[in-house]
């Protein structure tokens, strides 16, 4: 890898699992009226042929994580579970009520937040309260995320009975200096076991998510958790570049010094390393940050170019609506976003008040939904082109001019209506999209609001 492109590039930008980006949503003109306007229309153009998402974010967790990002509520309390449940499914009826037909559900994915926090009881109650009103699609895929040390095998069961049949499990680091520094301590021997009985289970698609760029990593122990890795042989992985967003209000990343993190051509080597593992163990790399076997139908999806991407990551279902439900969980009707509120209490009382817990959101105009296009062919496909109609925009030759160095540097190949991404280059393919981000041009942040591109 060229170090010299690497200090060149490696600047603050978004991870695109959305087009705009929530910093870049646009509040003033959005209402909650507008988005179940857009809800609605994405549901009657796609639930039928189709079908659906849903997410459900189950935010409990009994311990802080200080590498975690994401929304979570820290409690040892199982007796909160019942009251989230209960307001999930009552969340569930307020958008079933505003449905001209029943859901025909083709994904549902659980996230964190420790969604294995919640007793079988709950997760089986859950699950059979979102799909007593639906229907199911010809090919429907649920997954969940399972942390190793409280993922039983009486959950893994009762999960599989009602139709999940992908797990991601997550590893970050076998190293115990580095799981001190992250405060996630798990035993490769832990990990083994809740893998075992997925696959004796029989679930289809094991993943394991790995981070590289935490503190106290080198070369030596990442190569020992990707050995360690491929004794298990996951079906997936998810190999991400450890986003140190401290700045953020409620994220617990202050739990080591800065000092002790990898940076710059270091962290680079340790994905360098890694990635070049797993390509030897028979990895095929996906978009970014992903890996998977060749029997996994996300390479399956590449291939065939139906890889979608949106607020979970990548998938292998293309849905145009995608309800989030539970605290700060993110809804997606291709064309409006909307966020729920983002703590427990808040969002149990207002929907408890009969109302849908939206608190921001953006409604996309016709030029965020070219450029949202763009994006997503991008870091799904490595190309895209302007040639038909539908993709043409006013700013096009300025999208250009600014990704010309890109173009200089070998990163994109440009002719008149076409850019592709070589494949070398894919490390930098966040830096090529911010070329397509007009709302980022548009608006600088005077602060740093993302993590580093590599």
Not at 96 to 120: A, R, V
Not at 328 to 356: C, L, M, R
Not at 413 to 421: F, G, P
């Amino acid at each position: 890898m060229n170090t010299t492109l690497i200090q060149k590039y490696n600047i603050p930008g978004p991870r695109y699992t959305s087009y705009p980006t929530v910093p870049f949503w646009d509040e003033s003109k959005f209402t909650k009226k507008k988005w179940l306007d857009t809800f609605k229309t994405s549901f009657e153009e796609s639930n039928h042929a189709q079908g659906i998402s849903l997410y459900i974010h189950l935010p409990f967790c009994e311990s802080l994580c200080t590498f975690c990002a994401c929304h979570k509520h820290i409690t040892k309390r199982h007796s909160m579970e019942d009251n989230y449940i209960d307001t999930v499914l009552k969340e569930w009826k307020l958008y079933i009520d505003l449905m001209s037909s029943k859901p025909l559900i083709k994904e549902i994915h659980l996230g964190g937040g420790t969604p294995t926090f919640f007793s079988s009881e709950n997760l089986s109650k859950l699950i059979k309260g979102i799909l007593e009103p639906s229907e199911l699609h010809a090919e429907y895929e649920f997954s969940f995320e399972g942390h190793p040390n409280n993922t039983t095998k009486e959950q893994l069961q009762t999960l599989y009975n009602l139709g999940f049949t992908r797990v991601s499990f997550g590893i970050q680091d076998y190293d115990e200096t580095v799981q001190k520094a992250i405060h996630r301590i798990q035993s490769f021997e832990q990990v083994e076991k809740v893998t075992k009985w997925s696959r004796d289970i029989g679930y289809t698609s094991v993943s394991h998510d790995l981070i590289f760029g935490l503190p106290f990593q080198n070369i030596d122990t990442m190569t020992d958790s990707i050995n360690k890795t491929k004794l298990l042989r996951p079906d997936r992985i998810s190999f991400y570049s450890y986003a140190h967003v401290p700045w953020v209000k409620g994220v617990g990343q202050r739990g080591f010094d800065e000092t002790n993190l990898p940076k710059g051509d270091e962290k680079r080597m340790l994905y360098e390393t890694g990635k070049q593992l797993l390509t030897d163990l028979g990895y095929q790399e996906i978009g970014m940050d992903h890996f998977a076997l060749k029997t996994d139908n996300l390479y399956k999806a590449t291939l065939d170019k139906t890889l979608h991407r949106n607020f979970m990551g990548y998938t292998t279902n293309s849905t145009q609506l995608m309800i989030g439900l539970g605290m700060s969980a993110i809804s997606d009707s291709w064309y409006g976003f909307a966020q729920n509120v983002k703590t427990v209490k808040e969002y149990e009382t207002i929907v408890a008040s009969g109302e849908i817990p939206v608190f921001r959101g953006h409604i996309l105009t016709t030029e965020d939904l070219i450029i949202r296009q763009h994006i997503l062919n991008i870091m799904c496909h490595l190309e895209t082109s302007w040639a038909n109609n539908d993709l043409k925009f006013s700013k096009i030759n300025d999208v250009l001019k600014s990704l010309k160095e890109a173009q200089n540097d070998g990163l994109i190949i440009v002719d008149k209506t076409t850019l592709k991404v070589p494949e070398k280059a894919k490390p930098f393919i966040r830096n090529i999209c911010m070329g397509f981000d007009l709302r980022l041009h548009e608006s600088r942040p005077e602060t740093q609001v993302f993590s580093m591109t590599i």
